[in-house]
C-alpha cells in the first residue's frame, strides 16, 4: 500500500486539528504552515473532510476549521479511505474493485496480497487520531510543556 500525497496531507491537517482540539477553530494558514502543506491544496482536501463530516468550519476573523467528533472517534483509516480508496495493494483484494485476475484460479499470491491488505487495514482501522497524538507528544522534548500552534 502507498499513502498518496493526498492521503499524506490530509492525515496531518487531522492530526493538526485533534492536537488543537476543544480549543476552537484553526485557521487553515496555521494548520498549513505548521504541517509545510500548500494553503490552495489544503483548502480542497479540508473540503472532502468537511464534505464527509469529519470537520466542520466557522467564518470570521475567529474561524477555522475543527473536527467534528472527538479525535478517539476518527480513525486513520477513515482519512485513508476518503483520500486513497481502500487500501488493498493489488486489484484483485480490492473489495471495490469490478475486475477479475486472468490468473486467479492459479495464483498463490492472492492470498498473501489478501493477508497484507487485512493487516494493513487492521492497523489503520484502529489507530485513532488520538492515538497519533499520543504518538506526536512523545517526540516532543521532555522540557516541552505543551504543543504549541
Known sequence: MRISAKGDYATRAMQELAM???RGPLPIEAIA????????YLEQLLLILKRAGLLESKRGVKGGYYLAKPPNQITVGQIIRLMDGPPAPIFCVDPASHDKCPVEAICGFQSVWDEVHQAVAGII??????????????????GAATYRI
Open 33 to 40: 504552515g505548521r504541517q509545510q502543506i500548500p494553503v490552495r
Open 125 to 142: 482501522d484502529k489507530t485513532t487520531l488520538e492515538d497519533v497524538c499520543h504518538r506526536a507528544m512523545l517526540k516532543l522534548e521532555p
Open 20 to 22: 488543537h482540539y476543544n
